[in-house]
């Protein structure tokens, strides 16, 4: 499978919203509501913010949304702080016990 | 809590083989299933596979098949991977993660630190 489409950078203001796009196929996203994103700071491991599209671990802030519209998945970070800033990484599940990330969006808080 | 911690870095020649460990603390991790991410400098994660830590049975990416092999010894709560005829592109971090709390959700809520592999002559 390929990897899920994401556009490689995002950016927006302190206290601003900014949304990731994650484009996948009918075999991937619009089959399965596995999406999840990852947030990932430079030198280290990724963080799990959503999983089953729209579902927040413990301990993950209310400013993280997410949501799927056929093949699509979106990430919303609302009220921008400047620890957002980092690469995020949609996921989905493919069939099969087979897992596919995207390649990434850097968001850049201004 | 489960914690997964993987050595720092290794520096092997093209040809070689590694051996990546992935031990668990705080819980075993008989009851769950243990991936394997590779990330490329630069580059997304790529999923490479599970083991099972339940009956030991191992799945691999398309990717990851034939030079690459998955493992653990239960008697030190140690996942293994091991990647044999190491090529170039094969330099990457490699992550082991698996899923606690989102249990069964195709999510990984705990992750290992990360190995550096770094392969050159």
């Known amino acids: 499978q390929s990897a899920l489409a994401q556009p490689p950078s995002a950016s927006g203001s302190p206290g601003q919203s900014v949304s990731i796009s994650c484009t996948g196929t009918s075999s991937d996203i619009g089959t399965y509501d596995y999406v999840s994103w990852y947030q990932q700071h430079p030198g280290r491991a990724p963080k799990l913010i959503l999983y089953?599209?729209?579902k927040r671990p413990s301990g993950v802030p209310d400013r993280f949304s997410g949501s799927k519209s056929g093949n699509t998945a979106s990430l919303t970070v609302s009220g921008l702080q400047t620890d957002d800033e980092a690469a995020y990484y949609c996921s989905t599940y493919a069939g099969r016990t087979n897992m596919i990330f995207g390649g990434g969006t850097k968001l850049t808080v201004l | 809590q489960v914690q997964l911690v993987q050595p720092g870095s290794d520096l092997k020649k093209p040809g070689a083989s590694v051996k990546v460990s992935c031990k668990a603390s705080g819980r075993t991790l008989s009851n769950y299933g243990l991936n394997w991410v590779r990330q490329a400098p630069g580059q997304g994660p790529e999923w490479m596979g599970w083991?099972?830590?339940?009956?030991?049975?191992?799945y691999y990416a398309q990717a990851f098949t034939g030079r690459f092999v998955f493992s653990f010894d239960t008697s030190v709560s140690t996942a293994y991977l091991e990647i044999s005829g190491l090529q170039s592109d094969d330099t990457a971090v490699y992550y082991c993660?698996?899923?606690?709390?989102?249990?069964?959700?195709?999510?990984?809520?705990?992750w290992g630190q990360g190995t550096t592999v770094i392969v050159s002559s």
């Open positions: 083991i099972n830590m339940n009956n030991g049975k191992p």
């Open positions: 089953e599209v729209n």
């Open positions: 993660a698996t899923d606690v709390a989102v249990a069964g959700r195709k999510a990984y809520d705990i």
